[in-house]
């Protein structure tokens, strides 16, 4: 079972997530903010990350960039689903090294699901 | 002078010239044979003239010689000095003999005979017989020979005679017997100068005694001059120059002349005193001379006359010269006459005066080229005369406008008090400005800055001036050095307008944005003469626009999330991951997910407006297929139009090139207006679209026969949420930011948009873009889709 970590603080958005990604198959672990991301990663390493951007205590970018500096970290695959769309937004993580970034109110979690499976299956 | 006049004059001298040299040779020669011929004349008929009275002397001679041979003679002489008596018979005899002498001779006055004793023993005057003769002459010269007693006054006739008296001599003791004497009047010498003259009325020939003194008449003075008036004259002198009597004497007269030197004819004065042409003759046997001479004057007068005919011929010659040389002068400077009467009237202005003149000499050509020349000048006046109408007619408007142009400037002069106050004026506003506005040289040597310059940058004007723009000192600097040489390129080369933004700091160090429009102004060259820079300080704007960024990101960060959060319980639910759900539950989650997408286009429409606001379009061009894309959006809209019946015209050039575009941005317009055509246009309606190439574009139109645009609404079709009347009364769905984003989109790549509408009609959407497509810029955002 691919094992999937999402950082998102919106309770609800997290709660659609674990019901249609634990639903398609996946083992679904959720962090609410970038602190915790980076902790869960130190005894879990999942085969992709879907990640917020905007989050309390440590945003996405930061972690993105922690977990960028870390090899340990660097092999996995990290979609960017954010609210935020601007090209700054896009291509600051892009640098940064992501997988994809998808605008969470333009996109259905079937589309999710199916880039998902492309990247890890 | 007139040209007749000089030619008849230069005739006239050449003539004259001519004869004058032509009559003095002519004048002389005759002169000279004249002299010649009367010299011959008078030589020859002096030397007629001596041997005549020569002849005569010696006949006389012979005739006493005779006389006193006669027998009779000595006879009569021995008789008388043998007995002392003479005889009566021989006396008688002897008389006899003397009277028949005197009588055979007119000119013989008196013949007698002297005995040797000196005493007259016999004469045919007997009053002289008896007389004692001893002392004569005649008788001491006659003893010996035959003697001519040169012409004398005789004291016993008183009259004036020659005598030649002989010897008598004994035939056998040839002694002396006695003298026989003849006495003689000169009628005879004097008849032979008689009639000399000939035709000559001057010339005459007379003999003179040694002692100068006339022995015949003078033909002016008569007989009365015999032996009493002397001729004193060089011809009288010189025959009697002994050299000259002496030659004579020895070898008569030829070769006189070369032999010593002299010229027999002699040009002098006479014994009147008159000038005469002379010569002269001695005549060695009577001691006497002969001079034959004539008036200069007469001499002259043939010469004179032939002279006097010359002079006449000479006036004649003239006189018909000078008519002749004046017809003919007139017949060559008539034409020239012809010609500068007719250069005169021509120069008066008369240009159709014709110059008559048909000879084919240099004059003539002359006229013709005259004529022709008037010909040119005439058609000249002509084509002068046609400008100067034009001239006149430019001129006449120019003057209007000079006049109206100087009633400008008058109004302008008295403007110039007013003016000054307006410089003023002027300065004040500039100074006051709110933006700060600097004016610097070619080189940017800042020339003027005013209050708001100092106000904003906090640097004194003084400080300014003389300092060039974008010094660190003063309050540029802070951009990349890549910028200030766009930004000179721009202004001082390409000579165009720069407008941007540029990061400059006050003199506390302070930050702050400036909106720059930089523009250079130019000369009539296109030369750079100052360089005009306004820049607003917009940092609080730029602050303001941040913030408003800044909320519309976040706001629209915040108001996606629950959207997102709703649209996928919305699909969840609709899966059926909730449990099947009832067609009523289905009905109301679909509304409720429809009305979600609403929102979130909604939101992602506000989120564009504010990047578009802030000129942050990202445009990415590829080469695009305009035409693939249309169809794209027709197929992505085709649900909407099947549901609505509408016929869809689709008219595609299929030659058109790729262009360089962003597809995404232009997709967007496409869709906005053909969903706008599908949602304003009724059921069964009819929706065209088209794509043509026109020149250096591509036209898109999308028409469709809907419900148009009121007029009252066209002005504000573009504007940002703004929805037509019509429309929002039909329709509550619609943002009202569907054409405001085509119009920036259409406009940010380089291309227009422009409608055309009838209400209940429908309406045509059109807009271009380039075929050279449109470049790309880095900054700025992706549109939310």
New interface residues.
Partial sequence: MKKIIIAEDDKFLSSAYRLKLAKAGFDVQIVSDGQELLEILEKYIPDLILLDLVMPVVDGFTALKSIRLNPKFKPIPVIVASNLGQKEDIDKAKELGISDFVVKSDLSLDMLIEKINKLIS | MKISNKISLNFIIVFTILLIITGGIVYYFTIAIFRGEIFNNLYYSGRNLTSHVKTYIEDQKKNGEILAGASIYRDFLNESISTGTESKVIKNKIDDRLERTLSTDSNITEVFIINKNGKVIASTDKQQVGKDRTSDPYFINGQKEVYLKDVYLSSITNKINFTISVPIKNEVTNNLLGISVIRYKLDTLNAIFKDFGESYKTKEAFLINKDFYFLTPSLFKGDSVILNEKVNTENSTRCFDPKEVDYVTKNGYSGLEKTIGVSQLIESKDYRGIDVIATHNYIPETDWCLITKIDRSEFLKEPNLIASIFIYVFLASLLILIIVSYLFSQKITKPIKNLSIGAKIIGDGNLDYKIKNDSKDEIGQLSQEFNKMTDSIKQSRLEIDFKVKEQTKEIVSKAKEIESKQKTLLNILKDVEKSKNDLEKFKMAVDNASDHIIITDPEGIILFANQAAQDITGFNKKDMIGKKVGDKHLWGGKMPVSFYQELWKTIKFDKKVFIGEINNHRKNGEKYIAMANISPVLDSKNNVVYFVGIERDITHEKEIDRMKTEFI?LA??QL??????I???G??LL?G?AGVLTKDQKEYITNISLSNSRM?DL??SL?NIS?IESGQI?INPKPTDLGALVKDVLSEIRNETKIKKQKIIIDIDTSLPKIDIDPKLIYEVYKNLLTNANKYTKVGGKISISLLKKDKEIISQISDNGFGIPNKDKVHIFERFFRADNISKLETEGTGLGLYLAKAIIESSAGKIWFKSRENVGTTFSFTLPLIGVKANKK???L??
Avoid at chain 2, 560 to 565: E, H, K, N, V
């Fill in positions: 990101s629209s960060h996606r999330t629950p959207l997102s959060a649209r996928w319980f699909e969840m899966e991951d979130i939101v992602n989120l990047r990202i700025g955002a992706t939310s889709s």
